[in-house]
């Protein structure tokens, strides 16, 4: 048993359909947000027997590193990104979570929008996140790459959009748009909210 371990989903694999197929999330679950945790497990282990030597070699031990953020932050962004999404989602928040976006965004049709297209134009892999940035104190849109980067320093994600292809491919092709659209649906914004109040202390 290693430092990380596979969260059970909250609900089944077939709970978000239509929007997402259960054969989607099943795979999604089981197989990729599994392979970053045991990715994460060996590299950790990897990365002390290289502490352990005399000399480690210092370009094993940065290609080691970079493969530990990569697992790790799949992990991290996974393990939101399944508490995120629920059968009963959609709608939009109220009360603080609302007047900060208010206050950060302009209004919640304007951040949905910014996070909408963040998401849908991820050059490759990546996601779309609205994290809490402490330093500001407000609420910012990141477009991540792979799973970490162009990410600011600190911040702390809230609400995760996957824009892998392994997240929607099977189901929608080449219109990843049409899925992320399929995906404001499935908010869980209490969940989110329980997230901000976490990071912010409100
Ligand atoms: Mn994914």
Do not use: C
Request: glycine residues 8%; negative net charge.
């Amino acid at each position: 048993m290693g430092t990380y371990a596979l969260p059970d989903l909250p609900y089944d694999y077939a709970a978000l359909e239509p929007a997402i197929t259960g054969q989607i999330l099943e795979l999604h679950h089981a197989k990729h947000h599994a392979a970053y945790v045991k990715g994460a497990n060996d590299t950790l282990e990897q990365i002390a027997e290289a502490r352990e030597k005399e000399q480690p070699a210092p370009a094993h031990l940065v290609g080691l590193e970079k493969t530990f953020a990569f697992n790790l932050s799949g992990h991290v962004l996974h393990s939101i990104f399944w508490q995120n999404l629920s059968p009963d989602g959609g709608d939009r928040p109220d009360g603080v979570l609302a007047e900060a976006i208010e206050k950060d965004f302009g209004g919640f049709e304007q951040f949905k929008r910014q996070l909408t297209t963040a998401t849908a134009s991820v050059q490759g892999s990546g996601w779309g996140v609205l994290a809490w940035e402490p330093l500001g104190q407000r609420l910012i849109v990141e477009q991540v790459y792979d799973h970490h980067g162009n990410v600011g320093q600190g911040t702390t994600p809230l609400l995760v959009f996957d824009a892998w292809e392994h997240a929607y491919y099977l189901q929608y092709k080449n219109v990843r748009p049409d899925y992320v659209t399929k995906l404001w649906d499935l908010v869980n914004w209490e969940d989110v909210l329980a997230r901000y109040t976490a990071a912010t202390g409100a």
